[in-house]
């Protein structure tokens, strides 16, 4: 929680450990540059500028979510991991992946990391590896990384950790089949291919004038909401489009992501286009719903 967390979800339980430094994500700089590219540029290089100003000696690695789901599904672009990737590499500094939400097929591929074309030192995973059926984690390590913890006992050099349920067997079996589904049914190339699908059917709630942005990879997908998407003015406080859109999605069966200035979808790997079809009439509908009821 020290290293991350949002201010409402982390200041009830301060203090925290120190040493975590934050920096923003490129949505942060979005209206304040020319284009999302160059917003883009301008947030990864303040990754080097914090590690710059700590020393980099005392800086261990960056942690990031490939596509931060709380702060909206936001989506940087391929230059920006790259970046991102130089920098690490330059400050001898870990670049480690939080793929608890986006691995295992969820953007497309195996892993965000591929989607977005960057090696990861560390990945850490979860949900879908058991696809939400057993308690399941992960954490995957370069070679060099795991090597550096195996050595005599006098040596002292393991994590000397004691986990009750660590290396479950029903829970590594369950893990493997799951890995074994998604290679043998080409999920990865399904989730392209329907999150495609996906994102054309959510662009066409533009033209209710409020949705100023679809965004994501694969069937992970966001939708941004704000009062004129064509002057991109958001909702004022207290006159928020989420929370009516919640009570009307629920009134119509749907339940999602909804948070106050947007809303996030993603079907299961499994799902076909009809599911994706009816799904985004009750978004639709819900929409609408809340567009009326805003109006009262």
């Not at 939400?101 to 195996?110: L, P, V």
Request: with cysteine; charged share 25%.
């Amino acid at each position: 929680m020290a290293a991350s967390g949002t201010g409402r979800r982390k200041s009830k339980f301060e203090p925290q450990m120190g040493g975590f430094p934050k920096v923003f994500l490129p949505l942060h700089y979005r209206d304040r540059f020319d284009s999302w590219e160059e917003a883009n540029r301008f947030a990864a290089g303040a990754f080097e500028d914090v590690i710059v100003a700590e020393d980099p000696a005392t800086v261990a690695g960056i942690i990031i979510e490939p596509i931060s789901n709380t702060g909206g599904i936001v989506t940087p672009t391929d230059e920006f991991f790259r970046i991102l990737r130089e920098i690490c590499d330059r400050h001898h500094v870990l670049l480690i992946y939080d793929e608890i939400i986006t691995g295992f097929a969820r953007t497309g591929r195996m892993f965000a990391a591929q989607t977005f074309g960057t090696t990861a030192d560390i990945i850490c995973a979860g949900k879908a590896l058991s696809s939400g059926m057993i308690p399941l984690g992960s954490m995957i390590a370069r070679e060099d990384i795991g090597e550096a913890f195996f050595g005599p006992a006098e040596a002292d050099v393991e994590f000397a950790h004691g986990h009750t349920y660590a290396g479950n067997p029903l829970a590594c079996a369950v893990g493997i089949a799951l890995i074994d589904e998604i290679v043998e049914k080409d999920l990865c190339r399904k989730a392209r291919e329907l999150g495609d699908y996906l994102a054309g059917k959510l662009e066409g709630l533009k033209k209710y004038g409020v949705v100023r942005e679809v965004r994501g990879k694969g069937v992970l997908r966001g939708v941004e909401l704000v009062e004129d998407a064509a002057g991109n003015r958001p909702f004022p406080p207290g006159r928020k489009l989420g929370p009516l859109l919640k009570k009307t999605a629920l009134s119509n069966g749907l339940i999602m992501r909804i948070d106050p200035d947007w809303f996030a979808v993603s079907p299961a790997l499994i799902a076909e286009r009809s599911d994706v079809d009816r799904m985004c009439e009750l978004i639709e509908k819900s929409l609408q719903d809340a567009l009326e009821l805003a109006q009262v």
